[in-house]
C-alpha cells in the first residue's frame, strides 16, 4: 500500500460516515489539470497526488449568509502557507465543525474579511475542513498572509503551537496530503522555492519586492508574526519531504531547488 492511500484510509475511518462521499478517486502520478474559466488550456503533469477526503462547508454547516457570496480567483496556486489557529488545543475532534463556525463569525463580523480567511482547517485527528468558499480545487484567493493572499493557499492547523506543543502525527499527515494535492494541480515540488511578490507594506516586504519562499511556508515567512507557532514550523521539513512522497518525488528531485513556477507564469497558463 502506497503511502498516499494508507493516509487516505486512516482520514476515511477516522470521520464521521456522512462525511466519507469526498474521498478521493483520481491516482497519483501524471495528471491533467483545467480552468476553463480562467482561459488556460490542460496541462499535464507528472506529479500529482490523491485529493484527500475533504469536509465541505455544508458539512460543517457554515452559514452562507455570512460571507461576500463573490469568491475570488488567482491564475493559480504557486505556494503554501501554514497557520494555527491559535485556539485550544485540548478539544475533540467531533466538536471542531462548532469551533469553525467560531472562527467563521468572528472573521466575518469582527475582522470583515468576508469568509474565513484560511483556505483549509486541518484538525489534530487529520481530518481536513473546507475553509473559504469557491472550490476546494479552485486557486481561491483566502485572506491569511497580508501582501501574499495572490496565489497561494493558507491551512490552518486548529490549535496552539508554540515552542514545546506536540504536533500530532495525524494533523502532519493531513496538511501533506493537502499540500501535495494542492501544489501537485500546478506540478509544484513542495520541496522546491517559489518566488512571490509582495502586495503589501504591512508584510516583511514592501510592496512590489519579490522574495523566495519555500513552496511549504509558515506565516512568519512572509509576516511578523509567531504564526504557526515554534513547534509546527519546526515541523515544516518534514511535512515538505512528505508532501514530496505523495507526489511521488522521493530521490528524484534535490530539496530546496527553485521552482520555475512563479504568479507571472501562473498568469500565462504556463507550468
Same mark, same amino acid.
Given at each position: 500500500?502506497?503511502?498516499?492511500?494508507?493516509?487516505?484510509?486512516?482520514?476515511?475511518?477516522?470521520?464521521?460516515? #456522512?462525511? +466519507?462521499?469526498?474521498?478521493?478517486?483520481?491516482?497519483?502520478?501524471?495528471? #491533467? +489539470?483545467?480552468?476553463?474559466?480562467?482561459?488556460?488550456?490542460?496541462?499535464?503533469?507528472?506529479?500529482?497526488?490523491?485529493?484527500?477526503?475533504?469536509?465541505?462547508?455544508?458539512?460543517?454547516?457554515?452559514?452562507?449568509?455570512?460571507?461576500?457570496?463573490?469568491?475570488?480567483?488567482?491564475?493559480?496556486?504557486?505556494?503554501?502557507?501554514?497557520?494555527?489557529?491559535?485556539?485550544?488545543?485540548?478539544?475533540?475532534?467531533?466538536?471542531?465543525?462548532?469551533?469553525?463556525?467560531?472562527?467563521?463569525?468572528?472573521?466575518?463580523?469582527?475582522?470583515?474579511?468576508?469568509?474565513?480567511?484560511?483556505?483549509?482547517?486541518?484538525?489534530?485527528?487529520?481530518?481536513?475542513?473546507?475553509?473559504?468558499?469557491?472550490?476546494?480545487?479552485?486557486?481561491?484567493?483566502?485572506?491569511?498572509?497580508?501582501?501574499?493572499?495572490?496565489?497561494?493557499?493558507?491551512?490552518?492547523?486548529?490549535?496552539?503551537?508554540?515552542?514545546?506543543?506536540?504536533?500530532?502525527?495525524?494533523?502532519?499527515?493531513?496538511?501533506?496530503?493537502?499540500?501535495?494535492?494542492?501544489?501537485?494541480?500546478?506540478?509544484?515540488?513542495?520541496?522546491?522555492?517559489?518566488?512571490?511578490?509582495?502586495?503589501?507594506?504591512?508584510?516583511?516586504?514592501?510592496?512590489?519586492?519579490?522574495?523566495?519562499?519555500? #513552496?511549504?511556508?509558515?506565516?512568519?515567512?512572509?509576516?511578523?508574526?509567531?504564526?504557526?507557532?515554534?513547534?509546527?514550523?519546526?515541523?515544516?521539513?518534514?511535512?515538505?519531504?512528505? #508532501?514530496?512522497?505523495?507526489?511521488?518525488?522521493?530521490?528524484?528531485?534535490?530539496?530546496?531547488?527553485?521552482?520555475?513556477?512563479?504568479?507571472?507564469?501562473?498568469?500565462?497558463?504556463?507550468?
Amino acid at each position: 500500500m502506497t503511502k498516499a492511500a494508507a493516509i487516505s484510509g486512516t482520514k476515511s475511518r477516522s470521520l464521521p460516515s #456522512a462525511w +466519507r462521499a469526498e474521498a478521493a478517486t483520481e491516482p497519483a502520478g501524471a495528471v #491533467a +489539470r483545467t480552468f476553463p474559466s480562467l482561459g488556460a488550456a490542460p496541462v499535464l503533469f507528472p506529479h500529482g497526488a490523491h485529493r484527500p477526503v475533504i469536509v465541505s462547508r455544508s458539512q460543517w454547516r457554515a452559514d452562507e449568509t455570512k460571507r461576500d457570496p463573490h469568491a475570488h480567483y488567482a491564475q493559480g496556486v504557486a505556494a503554501i502557507f501554514i497557520h494555527h489557529t491559535d485556539t485550544p488545543n485540548d478539544y475533540r475532534c467531533a466538536d471542531v465543525p462548532r469551533t469553525l463556525r467560531n472562527l467563521y463569525t468572528g472573521q466575518t463580523r469582527d475582522r470583515n474579511w468576508g469568509d474565513l480567511g484560511y483556505n483549509f482547517l486541518v484538525d489534530r485527528c487529520g481530518n481536513i475542513y473546507e475553509g473559504r468558499a469557491g472550490g476546494t480545487d479552485r486557486p481561491v484567493i483566502g485572506s491569511h498572509a497580508i501582501g501574499f493572499n495572490q496565489g497561494t493557499v493558507g491551512i490552518a492547523a486548529i490549535g496552539t503551537f508554540g515552542q514545546g506543543t506536540p504536533v500530532p502525527a495525524a494533523m502532519e499527515r493531513g496538511i501533506a496530503a493537502l499540500a501535495a494535492w494542492k501544489l501537485g494541480l500546478r506540478g509544484i515540488d513542495p520541496t522546491s522555492k517559489v518566488r512571490l511578490t509582495s502586495t503589501n507594506d504591512k508584510s516583511r516586504y514592501t510592496k512590489g519586492t519579490s522574495a523566495t519562499f519555500n #513552496a511549504i511556508s509558515g506565516h512568519r515567512d512572509g509576516f511578523a508574526t509567531d504564526c504557526p507557532g515554534e513547534a509546527l514550523f519546526a515541523r515544516l521539513p518534514a511535512i515538505r519531504r512528505l #508532501a514530496a512522497e505523495l507526489q511521488g518525488r522521493s530521490g528524484q528531485t534535490p530539496f530546496g531547488a527553485t521552482s520555475r513556477v512563479t504568479l507571472r507564469t501562473l498568469h500565462q497558463g504556463s507550468s
